[in-house]
Every structure is written in structure tokens, then in C-alpha cells.
């Protein structure tokens, strides 16, 4: 699947990844939907798609709101008919210690990366029941173990990769795509280099990006990148969970 003159819905679009993939997809004569919370950017990257020959709305909402949510997808089938192509890709997380973290902050980033899943998600499947297409989500390796100083959007990671994953299952057949992307840790605003083990893991975004859009285009279940990342998650995933968390202990204490 080539993505374009395609609609494409893609949120957390004001900056990072999201706005690389709408700058990305504007090549393809696309329509585009973007939201994010702040409009200022959002119109921003507006602009920048309709130079390059697209078509795009922004819509400024906060997807943690499921009226919000749904005033997106609404405006998708009112512009353009309908969504091809949805890229869930809201969310982010600062590094906290579940020592010192109040519960209203560990919900807070429950509701950043879990919540705007949700309220997207939900309606975009009843409108694709009609016409098929692809949702893609970004998750993280880090959805996949508790790691240090990341508890909270661990948790939060984790819960969406589940959800989703029993989205394939249950919708099997009925031509929905689910296209689970994991990158690993991108140089964006919101990257802290200090948390992150080796700067040799850290990759650009615009590798990212080029990495996810093949994910999309070709389909896959789960993509998860660089190959460095990949292969330490099997190594982890492999290992006895006592050791694992031991090792992890030890890195929390170096860190």
C-alpha cells in the first residue's frame, strides 16, 4: 500500500514524530487531518503540508477529551469522506521514580498515552467497520517491561500494546489493519539524552519516521526499531525475569 491520495489522520501532529509524518506524507498528493493541543504549531505544519501540494485540516483538540476525539474524527469523514489511514501517535512521558511520584502524576501520563488511544481509536474502528483501512499506534519498548524511572509510561505503553493487540484479534478479517510501531528512543524535544543508557541507542527522527511510514505501507503487526533496540528487547525477553530484573536494578543505580 502506497501511501497516497490517501486521508490520513495523524495526532499528536504539532511537533516530533507527528509532524514528521505529516511533512513526510505531504509529498503524496494526501489529504490530511492533523491534530495536536497546540494550534499555533498545528497551523504551522498546516501550512507547510499545503506548500508541498496536499491538502490538510488542523484541528486543535485534546485528546485526552473523548468529545475532542470525536470532533477529529468527525471532521475527517466531513472534509474527506472518510479515514485510509489513522497514525495514533499522541502520547509522551518525562522520567519519574515511583518513590517520590504522586498518584495524580502517574495518572497524568496514563491519560496522556492510554486515554488519547482510547478515544481516537474507538470511533475510528466503528467508521473503518464500513471502510476498511489501517490504524497504526505508536508504542515503545518500553511497553513491554517495567523499566526504571519510566514505571508510569511503562504502564501506559503496555495497556495500549494489550488493547491493541486484542484489536487484531477480535477484528480479524473484517480488513482493518493494526499496524503497532515501536520506536526506540528519538532525538525530540521531548528526549532527556540523560536517560538513556547509551547515546548509541539514540536515533534522528527522520530515520524514525522513514522507518514507521515502511512499516504502514507494507502492513506489519509490530515494527520495532533500530535493529539495536529489537534485538536487546529479544535478548531481555529471553532471559529468566529474576536476572532481568536485577539487571535492571543495576542500571537504575548507575543511572
Not at 486521508?7 to 509532524?19: C, D, H, Q
Request: hydrophobic share 50%; charged share 20%.
Amino acid at each position: 500500500m502506497a501511501i497516497q491520495r490517501k486521508t490520513i489522520l495523524i495526532t499528536g501532529a504539532s511537533s516530533g514524530l507527528g509532524r514528521g509524518l505529516a511533512l513526510a506524507l505531504s509529498h503524496g498528493d494526501n489529504n490530511l487531518v492533523i491534530t495536536a493541543r497546540r494550534a499555533e504549531l498545528l497551523d504551522e505544519v498546516a501550512a507547510a503540508v499545503r506548500a508541498q501540494g496536499s491538502r490538510c485540516v488542523a484541528v486543535p483538540a485534546d485528546g485526552t477529551d473523548p468529545v475532542a476525539a470525536q470532533s477529529v474524527v468527525d471532521a475527517a469523514v466531513r472534509e474527506f469522506g472518510g479515514i485510509d489511514v489513522a497514525i495514533l501517535n499522541a502520547g509522551g512521558g518525562a522520567a519519574m521514580s515511583m518513590a517520590d511520584t504522586p498518584a495524580d502524576a502517574v495518572l497524568r501520563v496514563m491519560r496522556t498515552n492510554y486515554d488519547t488511544l482510547v478515544n481516537l481509536l474507538c470511533p475510528i474502528i466503528a467508521l473503518m467497520t464500513e471502510r476498511p483501512g489501517t490504524i497504526a499506534w505508536t508504542g515503545s519498548p518500553a511497553g513491554f517491561f517495567g523499566l526504571p524511572k519510566s514505571g508510569p509510561y511503562s504502564a501506559a505503553k503496555a495497556a495500549g500494546r494489550l488493547l491493541f493487540d486484542t484489536c487484531r484479534i477480535e477484528l480479524a478479517g473484517s480488513g482493518i489493519r493494526f499496524v503497532a510501531l515501536y520506536p526506540g528512543f528519538t532525538e525530540t524535544p521531548g528526549l532527556d539524552p540523560d536517560d538513556v543508557p547509551l547515546r548509541a541507542l539514540i536515533i534522528q527522527p527522520d530515520r524514525a519516521v522513514r522507518e514507521m511510514l515502511r512499516a504502514i505501507e507494507r502492513g506489519r503487526a509490530h515494527a520495532m526499531f533500530p535493529r539495536r533496540i529489537a534485538w536487546l528487547m529479544a535478548l531481555a525477553r529471553l532471559l529468566p525475569e529474576f536476572i532481568r530484573r536485577r539487571i535492571l536494578a543495576v542500571a537504575a543505580r548507575l543511572g
